[in-house]
């Protein structure tokens, strides 16, 4: 049986949310804790070679995981407002449902 409209946007919202997870786990928390390092380390004056290699560690695994985040539906990363938005419920550039509860999109779960 194919998937009906509802049941592919439930699909997709579910894998968003699993890339989500995926991406803050690998990319997000890693790059601000080495751009808490950086800071760390200049608060402590460590050489300055040390300080360029933390902060382009943290910087480029930032790229990677913005790179990654993307709606799944216009492929740009959500955003609300000026920043990207990492909790959220549809894509605030295309309108697409990225967090999905069970009163979300089309009304063909009423009884019939
Ligand atoms: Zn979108």
Redesign the pocket.
Known sequence: MPLSGRDYMKQRAIGFQQLRARVIRTYFVPGMAFLLAFIVASVMDAPAWLQFSISGVGFVLLCIGDYKYK?P??K?T?AEGDGPDFNPKS?G??G?ILLWREDSGAKDNQPV
């Open positions: 709606c539906v216009c740009r959500p894509c550039r295309c697409a």
